[in-house]
């Protein structure tokens, strides 16, 4: 079992940045592939990006490609999404989730494969 928790969310401007971080404890850090989920009021869960357990491979959603970018330190137990060039279309609670994957660079995708679950931070954009 591993446990989630997200901080670093808040109220920014339209082209704003914020660095989401997302703190793990319990078992290896390593043993998972990472990813952030958001949600918006009345909408689904929806992936955002993905980062694989060795770090190396990545994968983005096309609405936030080149704007946001996913990490992780194994050292220190730490996933992180960096957004910059916020819009109001990325205000929602983000979710940080853990998936435990067999391979070093898988990157997960699907909502349904992610086994843990952070218990999310607000990001509101203002306009």
């Known amino acids: 079992q591993v446990q989630l928790v997200e901080s670093g969310g808040g109220l920014v401007q339209t082209g704003d940045s914020l660095r989401l971080s997302c703190a793990a404890s319990?078992?290896?850090?390593?043993?998972?592939?990472m990813g952030w989920f958001r949600q918006a009021p009345r909408k689904e869960r929806e992936f955002v990006a993905g980062?694989?357990?060795?770090?190396?491979?990545?994968y983005y959603a096309g609405s936030v490609k080149g704007r946001f970018t996913i990490s992780r330190d194994n050292a220190k137990n730490m996933v992180y999404l960096q957004m910059n060039s916020l819009k109001p279309e990325d205000t929602a609670v983000y979710y940080c989730?853990?998936?435990?994957?067999?391979?070093?660079?898988?990157?997960?995708?699907?909502?349904?494969?992610?086994?843990?679950w952070g218990q999310g931070t607000q990001v509101t954009v203002s306009s």
């Open positions: 980062i694989s357990r060795n770090g190396l491979s990545t």
């Open positions: 319990g078992r290896t850090f390593s043993n998972y592939a």
């Open positions: 989730a853990a998936d435990t994957a067999i391979s070093l660079s898988q990157v997960t995708v699907a909502y349904r494969e992610y086994d843990h």
